[in-house]
Nanobody, 124 residues
Framework: QAQPQESGGGLVQAGDSLRLSCTVP????????MGWFRQAPGKEREFVAA????????LMSDSLKDRFTISRVNRGSTMYLQMDRLKPDDTATYYC?????????????????WGQGTQVTVAS
């Protein structure tokens, strides 16, 4: 088992951009979908975006698809979340996860490995 590792979070101003990265050691995720979720204090963990093992089948949250972009590189071992025009409501801990199957999913239950999360704080 290889745990995903997120990076790239931080404190930014509203309107700024951030790019989150997720790396998975070895070949753990090479044949699996991967996804991003986020959780704000006092709220449920919510789906953000997911990509298939090849990175060509993409799922996006309807409310975020105009500002966020997901991509996978390095034969699937690295995944990015580009976040533009950030808003204070985007403040949350962002988690990377490896799916049980080759394609991503909007359901938390369809993921088997989770990272520790990276904090994103957007100041108004």
């Amino acid at each position: 088992q290889a745990q995903p590792q997120e990076s790239g979070g931080g404190l930014v101003q509203a309107g700024d951009s951030l790019r989150l990265s997720c790396t998975v050691p070895g070949r753990t995720a090479s044949n699996n979908g991967m996804g991003w979720f986020r959780q704000a204090p006092g709220k449920e963990r919510e789906f953000v975006a997911a990509a298939s093992w090849k990175g060509d089948a993409i799922l996006m949250s309807d409310s975020l698809k105009d500002r966020f972009t997901i991509s996978r590189v390095n034969r699937g071992s690295t995944m990015y979340l580009q976040m533009d025009r950030l808003k204070p409501d985007d403040t949350a801990t962002y988690y990377c996860a490896v799916a049980r199957r080759p394609y991503g999913s909007r359901r938390k239950e369809d993921y088997q490995y989770w990272g520790q999360g990276t904090q994103v704080t957007v100041a108004s």
